[in-house]
């Protein structure tokens, strides 16, 4: 018999390729994966594991980030952002700036230095990543790479603005 609040979820066939159990279980798994060697790296720098999500989002921000838009990404206070963004520049993490004619936007900058740590850190991830890649050809690789941009779009659709 069905759980309550599996009845609401689309079904697909056990163990086929689209079985949404499946699913959600390999992605909370890589999750826990990610989020362990994240909580280690927040660890051997003497950071918050929000400092690394907040560094992650300046690093792959395609423009200059101002603290407003980490504050939505992260749907963090704005105090607790600007605490963030403390630690992290005083760590040596970023540095803000204030480069455009308003001097009142302040963007936020990741450090090359910090950079190259983190690379450091992260290399066996970007090893195992590539092992992992390596097994698949560039087709299987465009399909899954559309699942999971796909699939972060739906997720950033479901963020709650912070008022």
């Known amino acids: 018999m069905a759980r309550e609040e599996d009845r609401d ?22 999750q826990g994966e990610i989020n362990r060697l994240v909580h280690g790296f927040a660890q051997a720098q003497g950071l918050h594991p929000t400092d690394v999500q907040a560094l992650a989002v300046v690093l792959d921000s395609p423009e200059p980030l101002t603290p407003g838009r980490l504050r939505e990404h ?5 105090g607790a952002v600007t605490a963030c963004l403390d630690r992290l520049e005083r760590a040596g993490h970023i540095r803000r700036s204030r480069e455009s004619a308003d001097r009142r936007v302040v963007h936020v900058h990741y450090e090359d230095g910090a950079r190259a740590a983190a690379r450091r850190y992260f290399l066996p991830l970007a090893e195992a990543t590539a092992r992992a890649r390596d097994r698949f050809d560039d087709d299987e690789l465009a399909v899954a790479l559309r699942f999971l941009n796909v699939l972060n779009d739906e997720l950033g659709a479901l963020r709650v603005p912070r008022r």
């Open 74 to 78: 992260l749907g963090l206070t704005s």
């Open 9 to 30: 979820v689309p079904a697909a066939p056990p163990g086929g390729a689209g079985d949404l159990h499946s699913f959600a279980v390999a992605l909370r798994r890589t």
